[in-house]
């Protein structure tokens, strides 16, 4: 894990990260250790107790060091989990923004989409994958105890929860990391990711079932009665299953209505006038060419500015041949320009990136300004589309 030294100013906290403490840094990314868990450790570390007390029952208060010994390693194996998604998806092109030690044990965030379905399968199996390595390398460090001491309870036990750990993982249903793999095999298959998260989802809601028809199930067909922590823990585990599978299906659907949105069909149709022209010029170029705005441009066709309508508007008809259009025009910055062909998450892509220049950007097609894309327009057809 890398570490990095305190800088001589704080800077300010990204509001969107996890609440929590940054404790260091991975892949140029904080790792943020949350409150919840430090209420995962007290239950995990109670729990653990009275396996604890039945293989040393003179230990005393040692019972609940060793106990929280375990808990400790056991996090630790769920941070090198999050720790190898970061690094893979580092490695196929994102920027990692946060890996997060959690209640639910941990997650990994970063920006940008998988451009492949590969990317994706690559990014998910490597968590799982690594925890079972860990499970085979306290396995076999178990094995090579001479006598069953504490350290070897502790390898036993660790190497028990990094196999159940990865396996769970790699159950076929999102938000699990199966579920990322399923996600991006449908997408391989079928060429549409936004399939593969649905089917995901789908099949992530028959897993959160399973998981509680299983815990709830199995006592009893073994003969066991079915505890009131049961009940409550797999409950718990099953809602947040469901939650995320549900959240998943949302987001498919969404970035598919995303994927309908176009620049072409939400921008303006504009013409463009030399920065010289007058009012009076721009109005009749407007009319000639069927558009309701004007975009000033230099005389290599590099737009610069573009006209207020209202502004236009309240220019006096005697005084139109004589005002020039600059007068009433508001200033583009450099990038502030998109491509008349982006549309879906490379249109958004594409505006996100210059949105803070201007509210308002010009439209070209192969450099020559053919409309104006207002961005609080594309603001209300984003969210249109994630309420269907």
Known sequence: METTPAPARRAPRDPQLTKGWI?????????????????????LTVLFVPTVRSFAPGLGVGTYVVSFVFVLLLFVSVFLHEVAHAVVARSRGHQVTELAVTLWGGHTAYSGTSRRPLDGILVSVVGPLTNLLLALVCWLAFLAQPTM??????????????AFVGLFNL???????GGQILESVVWAVTGSRTRGTIVAGW??????????????????????????FTVAWSALIGAFLWSGAGAAIRNGRTREAVAGLSVAALAYPAVAVPVSSTVSDAVASAQRAGAGHVVLVEADGRPVAYADPAAVAAVPAEQAPRTPVGAVAVGLPATAWVDVHLQGQDMLDAVAAVTRDAPVLAVTDGGRVVGLLDVAHVVAALKGARGR
Do not use: K
């Open 149 to 162: 001491t504490i350290p070897a309870l502790l390898l036993y036990a660790a190497a028990f929860s990094n």
């Open 23 to 43: 404790i260091g840094r991975v892949s140029g990314a904080p790792v943020v250790l949350t409150p919840s868990w430090f209420l995962a450790a007290a239950v």
């Open 171 to 177: 159950l076929p249903g999102l938000p699990l990391d």
């Open 203 to 228: 099949v992530g809601r028959v897993v959160a079932v399973g998981v509680v028809v299983w815990a709830l199930g199995w006592p009893v067909l073994n003969g066991y009665q079915v505890s009131l």
